[in-house]
T-cell receptor
Framework: DQQVKQNSPSLSVQEGRISILNCDYTNSMFDYFLWYKKYPAEGPTFLISISSIKDKNEDGRFTVFLNKSAKHLSLHIVPSQPGDSAVYFCAAGGLNAGGTSYGKLTFGQGTILTVHP | AAGVIQSPRHLIKEKRETATLKCYPIPRHDTVYWYQQGPGQDPQFLISFYEKMQSDKGSIPDRFSAQQFSDYHSELNMSSLELGDSALYFC????????????FGNGTRLTVT
């Protein structure tokens, strides 16, 4: 049961244009969402996050939008740069069933972003 | 800035052997998480520790155990290794607070032959 889904395995964008990566989730208990970037042979690198009380969070070229009613979030990168080429993972978290632990993340399958010069 | 340190980076073991993976969190981070990423898979949560106590448990086989020590570093012990255990094992750390992002190490690539 994939609770966090990234339905696009890959995305190709021209340098300078906008990259939009999408993510859907099914578990309504998730209340904290993150995007990670991953290069080969490295661990995921934290990019940006958003809590469920917000619908938008911006950090430089990266903006994350959250639509709680649709259980959908997206990452916008503008302008896209060739160095942005990597695998992007969407992740979601919330309190555990006992309400005692926070931080366990459920990841999507990842989207390979390629930014062409 | 200091990051999460994992050792070793690569490990090759034979079936039925044991392996120990180590993780050193970012200074002042009190929470450690272990994830397993198989080929072509997304990272799967194994187990986490907060202040040296297990805080959450995911899909971790009974053959695996982990602990967090007084200096907050953590070790993942894997016994009776199987071919299917071949994967990237990531450790992450956080301050454990609400909305505190997890910061990942570069992982240990375990190959079981």
């Amino acid at each position: 049961d994939q609770q966090v889904k990234q339905n696009s395995p890959s995305l190709s964008v021209q340098e300078g244009r906008i990259s939009i990566l999408n993510c859907d989730y099914t578990n309504s208990m998730f209340d904290y969402f993150l995007w990670y970037k991953k290069y080969p042979a490295e661990g995921p690198t934290f990019l940006i996050s958003i809590s469920s009380i917000k619908d938008k969070n911006e950090d430089g070229r990266f903006t994350v939008f959250l639509n709680k009613s649709a259980k959908h979030l997206s990452l916008h990168i503008v302008p896209s740069q060739p160095g942005d080429s990597a695998v992007y993972f969407c992740a979601a978290g919330g309190l555990n069933a006992g309400g005692t632990s926070y931080g366990k993340l459920t990841f999507g399958q990842g989207t390979i972003l390629t930014v062409h010069p | 800035a200091a990051g999460v340190i994992q050792s070793p980076r690569h490990l090759i073991k034979e079936k039925r052997e044991t392996a120990t993976l180590k993780c050193y969190p970012i200074p002042r981070h009190d929470t450690v998480y272990w994830y397993q990423q198989g080929p072509g898979q997304d990272p799967q949560f194994l187990i986490s520790f907060y202040e040296k106590m297990q805080s959450d448990k995911g899909s971790i086989p009974d053959r695996f155990s982990a602990q967090q020590f007084s200096d907050y570093h953590s070790e993942l012990n894997m016994s009776s290794l199987e071919l299917g255990d071949s994967a990237l094992y990531f450790c992450a750390s956080s301050s454990g607070n609400y909305n505190s992002p997890l910061h990942f190490g570069n992982g240990t690539r375990l190959t079981v032959t």
